[in-house]
């Protein structure tokens, strides 16, 4: 397509939100209008905005121009040819919000009316009500300044324009609407006789889409929607919304955090449930493979200086066949309860299941373990029968040293001899203690018995 010899589109610099000019860039309604008129019809538009009255003189000189949106009048057609209705608007009188002016509606003889010089309002004034005086300002602008600082108490405004400008002021009901004079179609207008524009024009126009009519009428005509939420509301909202979100963040890493920590307090818990023989209280087999590899046992192990005791209640079972298995759970209960009271040096004391417990020790050599087993042997079992229910309750007990140097100082392989020599003390009679020592050179080597 050709490029198009630029139109020329005429209006007001100061009606709002029509047509105005702001910082010397075009805007408005009919603004936004010509732009798509231009946009959809591939036509270069320039816009001439002014003084009302200078964009009436600029058509009647002629040439590719458009009026970018007026009101029909019979003195308008003389020099214009109008083109097609763009949309309706309305025109009301507003007065000053006193109540002597209040009083009478409409307009009355003598009184003075402020209205835009060249303005469609003058002359529908000065036709219909003759005896009014009008006061005509250069544009809206001017004409709401004038209200504004009390120099009129009344003019008749596009209903449209008058919002617009009054509430941009701090006091927006200062003049109010009392009487809606009249609601008429704005047309577009060209040059009276240039037919061919006047077609082009009309074709063009016919091309807009009204749902993009109805966008750009939206965006300016809701003017009260956006001008009454003041400058400050969406800040404030703004504010809102991050204070909601901090405080909410907060809130929840407070509650994961507390969560958190009782869910560490329960495992702990549970995790010492795991330890924990339920019956004494005393560590399990578990608990003992955690003691065992502790620091202190492991250098008890190098400096050849750990003794484990294997220690068996004898006849058990007898115990639970004749007082019942209540009674034997308390056996085994004070025997723990006595190992833990009166062995004060064992690094460890565990009941490994049944009637077994273990015991890790620590022992210079094997004179010291012997001391320990026979303690325990001679001294706690029976301090514990007696304490407990007044059976009298024996137990065998094999007593390991672990030597320097011991190939497999594993607690699996402290275990397997150390119950070898508590079984040969069950062999041997009961109620005894077989002392061994585990060194690189020989598994257990039987020492000694000691018959309590
Ligand atoms: N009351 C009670 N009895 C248990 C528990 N665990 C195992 N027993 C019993 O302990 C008894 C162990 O018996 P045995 O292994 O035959 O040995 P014992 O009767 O002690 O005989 P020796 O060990 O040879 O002196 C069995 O009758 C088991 O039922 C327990 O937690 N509570």
């Known amino acids: 397509e050709t490029d198009k010899d630029t139109i020329i589109v005429t209006n007001s610099h100061s009606w709002k939100p029509f047509a105005f000019s702001e910082n010397g860039i075009p805007k408005g309604l009919l603004v936004d209008y010509w732009k798509l008129f231009s946009e959809i019809n591939n036509t270069p538009v320039e816009f001439a905005l002014s003084d009302w009255n200078d964009s009436l003189i600029a058509m009647q000189e002629g040439g590719r121009k458009v009026h970018g949106g007026l009101l029909y009048s019979e003195s308008r057609d003389e020099y214009l ?43 529908f004034l000065k036709t219909r009500y003759p005896l009014v005086s009008t006061m005509g300002f250069d544009n809206n602008a001017a004409l709401i300044q004038a209200a504004r600082e009390g120099k009129i108490k009344r003019m008749l405004v596009d209903t449209q324009v008058a919002t617009y400008y009054l509430l941009q002021q701090d006091n927006p009901n200062r003049f109010v609407p009392i009487d809606r004079m009249y609601q ?14 006047l077609q082009e024009v009309e074709s063009g126009i016919k091309n807009i889409p009204p749902h993009e009519i109805d966008r750009i009428k939206q965006k300016w005509l809701n003017t009260s929607k956006t001008t009454q939420i003041p400058d400050w ?27 958190t920590r ?92 049944g009637e077994e417990f273990c015991l890790l020790v620590p022992a210079e050599d094997l004179h010291d373990l012997e001391v320990n ?76 018995q000691i018959s309590a």
């Open 81 to 123: 040819d109008y083109v097609l209705p763009l949309f309706e608007i309305s025109t009301t009188l507003y007065v000053v919000n006193d109540s002597e002016e209040l009083k009478t509606q409409g307009v009355l003889p003598g009184m003075v009316v402020g209205v835009v010089r060249g303005g469609y309002e003058e002359e």
């Open 184 to 197: 008429k179609m704005l047309y577009a207008a060209v040059p009276a006789g240039n037919e061919l524009l």
């Open 373 to 448: 087993a026979d303690y325990v042997c001679r001294f706690i079992v029976p301090q514990a029968s007696q304490e407990g229910i007044g059976l009298s309750v024996t137990a065998s007990v094999g007593a390991l040293l672990v030597d320097k140097g011991c190939k497999d100082p594993s607690l699996e392989a402290l275990l397997h001899h150390a119950d070898r020599l508590m079984y040969q003390a069950k062999e041997n009679g009961r109620n005894r203690v077989t002392l061994g020592s585990l060194s690189n050179q020989q598994h257990h080597r039987y020492t000694n």
């Open 233 to 259: 509301f969406w800040p404030l909202v703004g504010s809102v919304l991050f204070l909601g979100t901090v405080s909410y963040i907060i809130l929840l890493k407070q509650a994961v955090h507390r969560k």
């Open 262 to 353: 009782a869910l560490k307090a329960l495992n702990s818990k549970l995790e010492e449930y795991a330890f924990t023989d339920s019956l004494t209280g005393l560590m399990n087999r578990r608990g003992l493979d955690r003691n065992f590899a502790s620091k202190r046992v492991n250098s008890m192990l190098k400096r050849g200086q750990l003794g484990v005791l294997m220690l068996d209640v004898d006849h058990f079972k007898q115990i639970n066949d004749k007082y019942g298995h209540l009674k034997g759970d308390e056996v085994l209960n004070n025997l723990g309860r006595a190992l833990n009271n009166y062995l004060r040096e064992a690094v460890a004391i565990s009941r490994l299941g």
